[in-house]
T-cell receptor, first 111, second 114 residues
Framework: EDQVTQSPEALRLQEGESSSLNCSYTVSGLRGLFWYRQDPGKGPEFLFTLYSAGEEKEKERLKATLTKKESFLHITAPKPEDSATYLCAVQGDNYGQNFVFGPGTRLSVLP | GAGVSQSPRYKVAKRGQDVALRCDPISGHVSLFWYQQALGQGPEFLTYFQNEAQLDKSGLPSDRFFAERPEGSVSTLKIQRTQQEDSAVYLC????????????FGEGSWLTVV
């Protein structure tokens, strides 16, 4: 069964304090690993898709990396507007088109 | 349209009432998904359509939940005889098609059953 765990559950950073969020996954035949950002009361907003180990993608202060067992979302010099819940999801061979989501990491960046 | 549109955004239903939630996907998107999200949790898969065909409904929690997409565009998620445990955010997402394609979410429909 495909599984996704995320750590930490919650993270508080000072503005400018860089850190990383972890997404560990178990999947049969990875088709894609996806990162989303979700603000309170909103739907998840797409950030990145990674397809194979070693792949990296960047967008502003965010950088996502992928290994065969986990993905990291690195946040460099975060700002208060980066505060949100970050969700990781995988799509594997076992469950058709189903995306399996992790519980998310709640990030708070304090000014 | 520019994004996935869902309505209503908020719905309060009395226990036992039937509700219908609507999703209008991104124009041209073949695949459509419904997810349920409880407070503080990640989205959980309910069902998946490719065009008008419902290819996977393994996540629907009971036979009170029913989804349709009759013309391969707009979809409706119907919940019959609502229970308190049905209170959640119902998210719709769409994608072009095929495996590995990114899915794009709407803002969700917040259902509270009282």
């Amino acid at each position: 069964e495909d599984q996704v765990t995320q750590s930490p559950e919650a993270l508080r950073l000072q503005e400018g304090e860089s850190s990383s969020l972890n997404c560990s996954y178990t999947v049969s035949g990875l088709r894609g690993l996806f990162w989303y950002r979700q603000d309170p009361g909103k739907g998840p907003e797409f950030l990145f898709t990674l397809y194979s180990a070693g792949e990296e993608k960047e967008k502003e202060r965010l950088k996502a990396t992928l290994t065969k067992k986990e993905s990291f979302l690195h946040i460099t010099a975060p700002k208060p507007e980066d505060s949100a819940t970050y969700l990781c999801a995988v799509q594997g061979d076992n469950y058709g088109q189903n995306f399996v989501f992790g519980p998310g990491t709640r990030l708070s960046v304090l000014p | 349209g520019a994004g996935v549109s869902q309505s209503p955004r908020y719905k309060v239903a009395k226990r036992g009432q039937d509700v219908a939630l609507r999703c209008d996907p991104i124009s041209g998107h073949v695949s459509l998904f419904w997810y349920q999200q409880a407070l503080g949790q990640g989205p959980e898969f309910l069902t998946y359509f490719q065009n008008e065909a419902q290819l996977d409904k393994s996540g629907l929690p009971s036979d009170r939940f029913f989804a349709e997409r009759p013309e391969g565009s707009v979809s409706t998620l119907k919940i019959q005889r609502t229970q308190q445990e049905d209170s959640a955010v119902y998210l719709c997402a769409s994608s072009l098609s095929g495996s590995g394609n990114t899915i794009y979410f709407g803002e969700g429909s917040w259902l509270t059953v009282v």
